[in-house]
């Protein structure tokens, strides 16, 4: 994590895909609830005219009422997530869009860069004196090198500097 504080990454058909599953799942729960409502009607039959049989309906009703308030709350849960999940999906689409159409309007308006006369100017990079990495797996690596002249331009996440 060292080195990438205040940067993430989204993947955007991700989140698609949770949006589309979490619809199913109100769906599903949806249907169960209209299976509870229709549990909680009236029995057919009746159970008896006796105290026990009257009770046994009463919380067979009861029971049937409570299961129906508490898909009823994870419908909404489910809904709600889905929805915002929806949003997220959508809102970060249209900025990827809009970065997008950024950086193509940008590049049209960059004049193309004239090669350098000459062969490249080419330097190797080793490992710095009490590095940890040991020198084989370190390895040297050939990195171009930008000429004494011009303008280098490094990014530090705080905008250009010019050196």
Do not use: C, W
């Not at 949770?18 to 549990?39: E, G, M, N």
């Not at 049989?53 to 308030?69: I, K, M, N």
């Not at 370190?138 to 500097?161: D, E, K, Q």
């Amino acid at each position: 994590m060292a080195g990438e504080a205040g940067s993430f990454r989204v993947h955007l058909q991700s989140l698609k895909e949770f949006a589309a599953r979490l619809r199913d799942q109100v769906q599903l729960a949806d249907r169960s609830t209209d299976a509870v409502q229709a549990i909680n009607q009236a029995p057919s039959l009746s159970l008896g005219g006796f105290a026990e049989a009257y009770a046994l309906s009463d919380r067979h009703g009861d029971a049937a009422q409570q299961l129906a308030t508490v898909l009823a709350t994870v419908v909404r849960s489910l809904d709600f997530a889905r929805s915002v999940t929806e949003l997220v999906a959508q809102r970060y689409e249209a900025l990827n869009r809009g970065g997008a159409q950024a950086i193509g309007s940008v590049g049209a308006a960059i004049p193309p860069v004239p090669p350098l006369p000459g062969p490249p100017i080419t330097g190797t990079a080793a490992p710095p004196a009490g590095s940890r990495l040991p020198p084989p797996a370190a390895g040297l690596t050939a990195a171009t090198v930008p000429p004494a002249i011009g303008t280098v331009y490094y990014a530090t996440g705080a905008g250009p500097r010019q050196t």
